[in-house]
Every structure is written in C-alpha cells, then in structure tokens.
C-alpha cells in the first residue's frame, strides 16, 4: 500500500460493487494509473488486482484485493473482489467496512441482477453513501448514457439510498486505463475521484449517542472492588454516572466509580478508547464477558433478530446439506457466544451451503446486537455461517 505511514490524510475505506464484467476491476486499475501521474499512487495493473491473494476472514476464504491511493484530501483503501462470491462473503463477514461504494455499471447493459444484490447488501451492512460510475461510456450514445442514470437513480431510491444526492459519473474505465486524456477516459477518473473526496463523508465517532462498553475482561483489584475492561463502542462515559450492565437476560445497576485510560485515572472518556472502569456495588461473578455497560435504560434487550448469512460451502469447511429452519447452533459474536436458532425467510424452503439468504434468529436468551454487528454460527467447532444482524426485533 501507498504512503499508508506517513500520511496525516483522513482515512477512508470504499470498494467497488456491480455486475460481473461490468468494469470494477478495470476502473480500479485505471484510479491508480491516473493518480500515478500526480505522484499520489503507485500503479497497480488489472492482473495485480484481480489475482489477489486469498485471505482468510472468520474461516471463509475470500479473494479481495486491496489498493491504496491518495488524493488532494484523503487517503483511500480500496477493496475490489473478482467475484460475485467473493464480494458476498466481503461484505457479510464484514471483513473491510466500506465507508462508500462506487457502484460500477456498465452503459451497454444498465442494472443487472448483481447490480440490485450488491446494493441490497450494502444497505443491510450499514454502507450509507454510493457513487456511481456509469462505464463503458465509449460503447454507447448519449442518450443511452442518460437512461442508463434514469435507471439507476431508480435502483437507488427503491434499496433506500439518496437517489438525488448520488453523483453520477460516466466515463470508460478503459481508455483511462489506457492512458486517453479525454472527457471520458482519465478525466472521468479524476471527476470520480472528486466525488468521492466531496460526497464520501468522514467516519465520525459517535460521542453523542448513550455510552456502550463492551466488556472484554473483568477482575477484581484487591482493596478496590471489581474492574471491567474495554474499549468505548460509543459516546462518552463520565465518573460517577449510574449505569448498568446488560445482557445474558440481564440487567444490574451499577455506577462508574473510578475511570482509568493508559492506567492513569480520568474524569471521562470517549468512544474509541480503551478504559479500565471501576464498578461500584457488583460482583466479579455477576459479570460475563459480553455483556454491556451502557447508560441507565438507553438500550433494550431482545432475543429476536434479523440477519444476512453466508452458509460456507464444503469445500469452504462448512456444511455439505442445506439448512432447512429450526436450525438450532451455536452462534459466536464479540467476546461471547450464545445458543441460537436460524429460521428462513417466508417461502424460503432452503439456503444450500454456499449460498446466502435473510432469517430470523432467536437467541436463548436476551441479548442488546445492533444492526451492522457481525457473528458466525458454529457447528461442532466448525464455522458453517458467517452474518450480519439487519434488525433487531421486539
Ligand atoms: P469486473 O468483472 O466488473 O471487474 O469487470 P472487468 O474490469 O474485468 O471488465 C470486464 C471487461 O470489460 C474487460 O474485458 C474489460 O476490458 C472491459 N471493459 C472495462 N471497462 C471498459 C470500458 O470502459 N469500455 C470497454 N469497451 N470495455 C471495458
Ligand atoms: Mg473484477
């Protein structure tokens, strides 16, 4: 990857997303091809990214390439996987969070089948922002050009995202790629970087929501009382403030009696630091890991949920007979694990190994999951699914 180290540029993870052939792979050939000549890439050719290397993410194997650049304002990783496959188990896994997509699609074709699969994907993994970069622009007339974003913009109001706001670039990643200083060729790029840099927002964190700590440790300091550990999900947590501790059916009030970060005691800390809390009127043996530490009444507890899963495959590890409902295992999430059972989607009768679909969890017990967080589902040791929660449910 380029200048990762030393650049002071605000980081963003995007990746592409689109029909197979549509040009996603060629368009991220030809990013770092036009950045090249700014000194702000180094080159990676189309063979380079499309055979990455595979990687392993929650016992799935995944092939995604991941390609860095900078531009005027940020720095930018970017993941682009060769297969629909492979693009799948990306984003489920959650094995590189997208800040943004650039939705790839092809003007000779419009929308197709994959082109709604991945958006539907990307609203459900969190993804809020999708630039759109209509390709093949040399094969087409303008007409087409305009019908071809008629459509789209569509396809983009109908999965919920900002169907006005989305920029729209058209261009043929190929005669970039190629080197063509024209309208469509490298100056299409340097637009569609532009968007990015403009409409792609910086990740925030969240400090104004009710503070949430999910508890990675807890142990007892003798002649202090019970210490938990773990690192702010989000909001800011203050000394003193009344508080309970969530999950495994539970709720037990407790107050923050002393704050540590970096074993220095704090008035209060933020979303994205790692804090050692002091607790007040709890036992050692009241606390599991995973549970949470949350403000008083600011989450609630479910054990329904909806979520996207990826059943692996068997040459993959997973199961070799398809899941039918009722299945019953256990599912693994954050630092703890739970018995769950999976049921199917309405007129859904199947989902074969190797194939991914929504359902409907129902855990043994209570938990808080909030949409966008990741779990695999364990059989006999063995990972056979990896997901997403969508929804939790009352
Ligand atoms: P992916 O499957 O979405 O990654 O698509 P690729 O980048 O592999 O491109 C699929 C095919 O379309 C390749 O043969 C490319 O050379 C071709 N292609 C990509 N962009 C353009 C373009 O702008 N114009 C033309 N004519 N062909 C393109
Ligand atoms: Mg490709």
């Given at each position: 990857?380029?200048?990762?180290?030393?650049?002071?540029?605000?980081?963003?993870?995007?990746g592409?997303?689109?029909h197979?052939?549509?040009?996603k792979?060629?368009?991220?050939?030809?990013?770092t091809?036009?950045?090249?000549?700014d000194?702000?890439?180094?080159f990676v050719?189309?063979?380079?990214?499309?055979?990455?290397?595979?990687?392993k993410?929650?016992g799935i194997t995944?092939?995604a390439?991941?390609?860095?650049?900078?531009?005027?304002?940020?720095?930018y990783?970017?993941?682009?996987?060769?297969?629909?496959?492979?693009?799948?188990?990306?984003?489920?896994?959650?094995?590189?969070?997208?800040?943004?997509a650039?939705?790839?699609?092809?003007?000779?074709?419009?929308?197709?089948?994959?082109?709604?699969?991945?958006?539907?994907?990307?609203?459900?993994?969190?993804?809020?922002?999708?630039?759109?970069?209509?390709?093949?622009?040399?094969?087409?007339?303008?007409?087409?050009?305009?019908l071809?974003?008629?459509?789209?913009?569509e396809?983009?109001?109908?999965?919920?995202?900002?169907?006005?706001?989305?920029?729209f670039v058209?261009?043929?990643?190929?005669?970039a790629?190629?080197?063509?200083?024209?309208?469509?060729?490298?100056k299409?790029?340097?637009k569609?970087l532009?968007?990015?840099?403009?409409?792609?927002?910086?990740?925030e964190?969240?400090?104004?929501?009710?503070?949430m700590?999910?508890?990675d440790?807890?142990f007892?300091?003798?002649?202090?009382?019970?210490?938990v550990?773990?690192?702010i999900f989000?909001?800011?947590?203050?000394?003193?403030a009344?508080?309970?501790?969530?999950?495994?059916?539970?709720?037990?009030?407790?107050?923050?009696?002393?704050?540590?970060?970096?074993?220095?005691?704090?008035?209060?800390?933020?979303?994205?630091?790692?804090?050692?809390?002091?607790?007040r009127?709890?036992?050692?043996?009241?606390?599991?890991?995973?549970?949470?530490l949350?403000?008083?009444?600011?989450?609630?507890?479910s054990?329904?949920?909806t979520?996207?899963?990826?059943?692996?495959?068997?040459?993959?590890?997973?199961?070799?007979?398809?899941?039918?409902?009722?299945?019953?295992?256990?599912l693994?999430?954050?630092?703890?694990?739970?018995?769950?059972?999976?049921?199917?989607d309405a007129?859904?009768?199947?989902?074969?190994?190797?194939?991914?679909?929504?359902?409907y969890?129902?855990?043994?017990?209570k938990m808080?999951?909030?949409?966008?967080?990741?779990?695999?589902?364990?059989?006999?040791k063995?990972?056979?699914?990896?997901?997403i929660?969508?929804?939790?449910?009352?």
């Amino acid at each position: 990857n380029f200048s990762t180290e030393n650049s002071e540029k605000t980081h963003i993870n995007v990746g592409t997303i689109g029909h197979v052939d549509h040009g996603k792979t060629t368009l991220t050939a030809a990013i770092t091809k036009v950045l090249q000549k700014d000194g702000l890439a180094k080159f990676v050719s189309y063979d380079e990214i499309d055979k990455a290397p595979e990687e392993k993410a929650r016992g799935i194997t995944i092939n995604a390439a991941h390609v860095g650049y900078t531009t005027k304002k940020r720095h930018y990783a970017h993941t682009d996987c060769p297969g629909h496959a492979d693009f799948i188990k990306n984003m489920i896994s959650g094995a590189s969070q997208m800040d943004g997509a650039i939705l790839v699609v092809a003007a000779t074709d419009g929308q197709m089948p994959q082109t709604r699969e991945h958006l539907l994907l990307a609203k459900q993994v969190g993804v809020q922002k999708i630039v759109v970069y209509v390709n093949k622009a040399d094969l087409v007339d303008k007409e087409v050009l305009e019908l071809v974003e008629i459509e789209v913009r569509e396809l983009l109001d109908e999965f919920g995202f900002d169907s006005e706001k989305s920029p729209f670039v058209c261009g043929s990643a190929l005669k970039a790629l190629n080197g063509e200083d024209t309208e469509i060729g490298e100056k299409s790029i340097r637009k569609l970087l532009d968007v990015l840099d403009e409409y792609i927002p910086v990740p925030e964190r969240d400090f104004m929501s009710p503070f949430m700590v999910p508890i990675d440790n807890m142990f007892l300091v003798p002649g202090r009382g019970t210490v938990v550990v773990g690192t702010i999900f989000r909001g800011i947590v203050k000394k003193n403030a009344v508080s309970e501790l969530v999950g495994f059916d539970t709720k037990i009030k407790t107050s923050i009696g002393d704050l540590q970060v970096f074993k220095k005691s704090v008035p209060e800390a933020k979303a994205g630091e790692n804090v050692g809390i002091l607790l007040r009127n709890i036992k050692v043996k009241d606390i599991e890991r995973g549970m949470l530490l949350c403000e008083m009444n600011s989450v609630k507890l479910s054990n329904r949920f909806t979520a996207s899963v990826y059943f692996l495959s068997k040459s993959e590890g997973g199961r070799s007979k398809p899941i039918t409902g009722k299945y019953i295992q256990q599912l693994f999430s954050k630092t703890w694990s739970i018995a769950c059972r999976v049921d199917l989607d309405a007129g859904v009768e199947m989902i074969m190994p190797g194939e991914h679909g929504k359902v409907y969890l129902t855990l043994l017990c209570k938990m808080v999951m909030t949409p966008g967080q990741c779990f695999t589902i364990r059989e006999n040791k063995i990972t056979v699914a990896t997901g997403i929660i969508t929804e939790t449910l009352p």
